[in-house]
């Protein structure tokens, strides 16, 4: 059997929170085609014209708030996830960036040199979206491909509605859900409508009808909104939250086009003045606990929340390295070697 190794991906954090680590940083996660996905010389105007002379400032001060004596908090948590996992087996497990260090690059530069012939490739993204999983998935078979590697890889799709994942959530969250609370928010990522429509291969059913997401539908494999939607839908029948108690958004928003609704600051201030006092945020899409989530929602979030009359809100912990999310992992990668063994 050939040598195997296992390759955790994940989307990266600038070298330090300098302005200048900063300014490298957003200059590669922007200039990716699949995140600013307009033609290259739009985009190279947006992103050094108008966004880089003044965005890396304001982002350093946001960093310089969450960052660790260690380093970025979701590069931190990143390779304890990578070590909690390699306790669990003798296969190699590598970690890389999309962008940032460590990069795919020199991943893929050192599984080549150690002679590995079959990968599985682990990106930590539970859904399906072309600003994250997509890009990383085709760094990584460009980055083969420049550098001949002879690899056999396997890659594991998005697990948005698999009952181990949403197991850990549940898991992860009942401490907090057991101390009380007038609501819980689903807080994910958001991305541009376009985008949907883009990852729509039948360019004719996302956000076509305002119940597009329900039902079984081909565009669903792909379908960002779609696979948000189930892990809250399994996430609450496991965890039997009430349908009264639970609402959905989505945050981190950029430019002036429109990007999926409901928008996560207008509906802490909207919950606030309806009388929520007590409100949970937690972040599915995210597995680690990164600027978004401990600046964006457990610092900005909180201000809104209260300057709007709430009176506490508590950021519920991403998976990292929980006990239950890392068995997860395991049994994903317990079943690809048996494959592999099955095959061969």
């Avoid at 190794?5 to 680590?21: E, Q």
């Avoid at 947006?46 to 708030?65: D, N, T």
């Avoid at 956000?207 to 809250?232: I, K």
């Avoid at 937690?282 to 989530?293: H, V």
Wanted: charge should be negative; glycine fraction near 4%.
């Amino acid at each position: 059997m050939g040598k195997k190794a296992v390759l955790l991906l994940n989307l990266g954090s600038p070298d330090s929170c300098s302005v200048g680590d900063v300014r490298r940083y957003l200059r590669e996660f922007l200039m990716d085609g699949r995140v600013l996905d307009a033609p290259w010389p739009i985009r190279a105007f947006v992103v050094y014209l108008c966004i880089l002379p003044f965005r890396p400032k304001q982002s350093a001060h946001a960093y310089g708030k969450v960052w660790t004596a260690e380093g970025s908090p979701l590069t931190v948590i990143s390779r304890k996830q990578q070590a909690k996992l390699q306790e669990t087996t003798e296969v190699p497990i590598h970690l890389a960036m999309r962008y940032g260090s460590p990069s795919i690059a020199e991943a893929i530069s050192k599984i080549r040199r150690d002679g590995i012939e079959d990968l599985f490739i682990i990106p930590l993204y539970p859904h399906y979206a072309m600003s994250s999983y997509e890009t990383v998935v085709e760094r990584v078979v460009e980055e083969v491909a420049k550098q001949r590697a002879t690899l056999d890889t396997t890659i594991l799709k998005p697990f948005y509605d698999e009952e181990a994942y949403i197991r850990a959530l549940v898991e992860q969250t009942r401490p907090y859900l057991e101390k009380g609370y007038d609501k819980l928010l689903f807080s994910f990522h958001g991305i541009p409508e376009r985008h949907l429509r883009k990852s729509d291969p039948t360019h004719a059913h996302c956000l076509a009808s305002p119940d597009c997401c329900q039902g079984s539908h081909p565009a669903h494999a792909t379908c960002y909104r779609h696979q948000c939607f189930q892990t809250v839908k399994k996430f609450v029948s496991m965890a039997e939250i009430p349908e009264e108690k639970y609402a959905v958004s989505f945050q981190s928003r950029l430019g002036r086009d429109p990007w999926l609704k409901p928008y996560t600051d207008f509906e802490l201030e909207r919950f606030a003045r309806e009388g929520v006092k007590k409100i949970l945020v937690m972040c599915p899409a995210f597995l680690s606990d990164c600027l978004e989530t401990l600046e964006e929602i457990a610092m900005q979030g909180a201000e809104t929340f209260k300057e709007a009359g709430g009176e506490s809100l508590q950021l519920i912990p991403c998976l990292n390295d929980h006990p239950e999310f890392i068995r997860f992992l395991e049994g994903k990668m317990a079943t690809w070697l048996d494959q592999e063994e099955t095959q061969k």
